[in-house]
T-cell receptor
Framework: GQQLNQSPQSMFIQEGEDVSMNCTSSSIFNTWLWYKQDPGEGPVLLIALYKAGELTSNGRLTAQFGITRKDSFLNISASIPSDVGIYFCAADTGNQFYFGTGTSLTVIP | NAGVMQNPRHLVRRRGQEARLRCSPMKGHSHVYWYRQLPEEGLKFMVYLQKENIIDESGMPKERFSAEFPKEGPSILRIQQVVRGDSAAYFC????????????FGPGTRLTVT
């Protein structure tokens, strides 16, 4: 099946630092989404991207849909302790969803 | 406006027993998706259903697993004769239409097979 390569696998950062993570694939997708999952909970949608090249922000979060439609990145600026969690990229071919393996973020106060 | 509800939140079954996981979509949502998440992994698509129809079950194991979304009541994911490898978190999501960004997730059911 399709595979989304998400990196880095984990990050340990100081509060206030910026964070960047990305997802790549060998396949082309119509939609890229970024979710955050807290322990014991379901994923919560952060940002959705629908067009190649699209750059979208949601507060301190910014995500981009790659021009080739095969990748996406998520940036978090000025991290705070509540940013801790696992971030997943997801992509949609129009027929099915695929999820990345996640980036575990730890923010050190 | 209640979100996606899943129950039970935790389920323990012995090998060989049956597990039934329930998902009540958000009000007004007629599309349901089931995913499985193993520890330290992302979510794997299992099945996509609309009311009374299975649209895509390409991610579901061919044996022991089945899903339904009846006209009335919640969607059910059923696992017969569970094995230890079935231990995972099972999430369902719902959407009002087949549109990616409208997919809302429930809190999940954590199945443990002993």
């Amino acid at each position: 099946g399709q595979q989304l390569n998400q990196s880095p696998q984990s990050m340990f950062i100081q509060e206030g630092e910026d964070v960047s993570m990305n997802c790549t694939s060998s396949s082309i997708f119509n939609t890229w989404l970024w979710y955050k999952q807290d322990p014991g909970e379901g994923p919560v949608l952060l940002i959705a991207l629908y067009k190649a090249g699209e750059l979208t922000s949601n507060g301190r979060l910014t995500a981009q849909f790659g021009i080739t439609r095969k990748d996406s990145f998520l940036n978090i600026s000025a991290s705070i302790p509540s940013d801790v969690g696992i971030y997943f990229c997801a992509a949609d071919t129009g027929n099915q969803f695929y999820f990345g393996t996640g980036t575990s973020l730890t923010v050190i106060p | 406006n209640a979100g996606v509800m899943q129950n039970p939140r935790h389920l323990v079954r012995r090998r060989g027993q049956e597990a039934r996981l329930r998902c009540s979509p958000m009000k007004g949502h007629s599309h349901v998706y089931w995913y499985r998440q193993l520890p330290e992994e992302g979510l794997k698509f299992m099945v996509y259903l609309q009311k009374e129809n299975i649209i895509d079950e390409s991610g579901m194991p061919k044996e022991r697993f089945s899903a339904e979304f009846p006209k009335e009541g919640p969607s059910i994911l059923r696992i017969q004769q569970v094995v230890r490898g079935d231990s995972a978190a099972y999430f369902c999501a719902s959407s009002p239409d087949r549109i990616a960004y409208e997919q809302y997730f429930g809190p999940g059911t954590r199945l443990t097979v002993t």
